[in-house]
């Protein structure tokens, strides 16, 4: 009886112990799913579509939760921009969007949303007018500042592989057909979007296997903020190795905030570079057509729209780039400065691709008074972000193919 009594007593320890651990490990593996949040296609992150101009984690291979910071100190304006965890500047996405139309909004800065709070992108504010017209709709916000057409085509094929939206929305600035870029099928992916995560398995394990296999782990917090901007001396600040050319006609208090991260320092000689670029013929039509059948093959409707640069909507902001350009500076009004609008135009209406050319409804806007940019930096304000949120959506409603300028 002693020996039968011994026993229960080694199993019940056993049990107890065994539940013990059991409860242990359940414990850290919600802790673990609380910490170490799921991201359900690891391998789709902003980096791999940013032309990385910028210092700090933007230079990393995951921009999980990061945090940065845009500034125009001239302007006394900044935005932070905290990303979701596949690195865009959003609410946290889900691959599933259920009985909700999905609409992917792609573009640089100006969709991302420089300079602007989160409620102010024009993704954000699609969704708004969306939600006020009681559609069942979702907007995510692809902006890439610095991104260029390159960068479209890449994030186009993976996003679109992966989210399998109904529309995609390309809004163009009027810096990406800066230079006349062309396209090759080397942009062209064998197999565009990346592997889903099943979720199933324990998430501890996950986390170990990334440490050891040197992988970045996503965590639940924001990383520590930093300046998109790098300061002096980091070499991906051109005031570093040419300020001593540029400080010839900056405006010292400019010139000192270029150096600081706290204004664009690619800004230098802005207008000048815009005017030699934007006679320049372009070939677009390569772009947009590949896009096009991309989208098309899925049955995915594309949807485009043009950014204008400030200079080329008003002369009121040539006071302000005189500070941080050399003397003489040209006007952009002119009609030679409109043809790569003009011919986006002309090709997207070839390839069928309801198209809005926002700059007449910009000059109009800018002609009674109202701006729409900010004064120093070339990014919209609020009321920029709206009206552009806003050409984009009643273009863009029940059309059918064309154009609308």
């Given amino acids: 009886m002693a020996d039968t009594a011994m026993r229960t007593s080694l199993t019940v320890r056993l049990a107890a112990w065994l539940g013990l651990a059991a409860l242990t490990l359940a414990l850290l593996e919600i802790a673990a799913r609380i910490v170490f949040p799921l991201v359900e296609a690891p391998g789709f992150n902003r980096a791999n579509y940013s032309p990385q101009l910028v210092s700090g984690p933007l ?7 990061a945090h940065f910071i845009v500034e125009s100190a001239p302007d006394g304006a900044r935005s932070d921009h905290r990303l979701n965890l596949y690195g865009f500047r959003d609410r946290e996405w889900s691959l599933d969007h259920g009985e909700l139309r999905r609409v992917l909004v792609l573009g640089d800065s100006m969709i991302e949303g420089f300079l602007a709070t989160p ?4 993704p954000a504010v699609l969704q708004q007018m969306s939600r006020a017209d009681s559609r069942a709709e979702e907007y995510l916000n692809l902006g890439v500042g610095g991104a260029g057409l390159r960068e479209y085509v890449r994030l186009l094929q993976d996003a679109v592989s992966l989210f399998e939206p109904d ?42 296997t990334a440490i050891v ?21 980091d070499p991906s600040n051109p005031w570093t190795g040419q300020g001593h050319k540029f400080e010839k006609f900056v405006a010292p208090e400019i010139a000192e905030a270029m150096r600081q991260g706290r204004f664009n320092p690619f800004n230098v000689s802005e207008v000048q570079n815009y005017e030699r670029y934007l006679r320049q013929p372009v070939t677009i039509g390569p772009w947009l057509e590949f896009m096009r059948d991309f989208v098309r093959a ?3 409707a594309l949807e485009l729209a043009y950014i204008p640069q400030p200079a ?4 009121a902001y040539m006071p302000y780039k005189q500070r941080y350009c050399p003397p003489g ?6 009609d030679q400065y ?39 930096d070339e990014h919209l304000n609020g009321t920029g972000y709206q009206l552009a949120a806003r050409l984009i959506y009643q273009a863009t409603r029940g059309s059918s193919g064309g154009s609308v300028e």
Avoid at 359 to 374: K, P, V
């Fill in 167 to 208: 529309r995609v929305v390309l809004v163009m600035h009027a810096n990406d057909l800066l230079g006349d870029p062309r396209f090759d099928t080397s942009m062209v992916a064998a197999q565009p979007g990346f592997p889903q995560h099943p979720g199933l398995r324990p998430r501890l394990l996950e986390v170990l």
């Fill in 329 to 334: 500076i040209p006007s952009l009004m002119g």
């Fill in 59 to 65: 230079l990393k291979s995951s921009l999980a939760h």
């Fill in 312 to 315: 080329q909507v008003s002369d």
């Fill in 119 to 122: 409620e102010q992108t024009i």
């Fill in 298 to 300: 899925r049955g995915i």
């Fill in 213 to 233: 296999e040197a992988r970045p782990v996503p965590r639940s917090w924001y990383q520590p903020p930093f300046p998109f901007f790098a300061a002096v001396p």
């Fill in 338 to 376: 409109q043809q790569g609008a003009r011919t986006v135009a002309t090709e997207a209406r070839r390839l069928g691709i309801d198209f809005v050319d926002m700059t007449d409804a910009f000059r109009q806007h800018e002609a009674e008074g109202i701006r729409l940019y900010w004064n120093y």
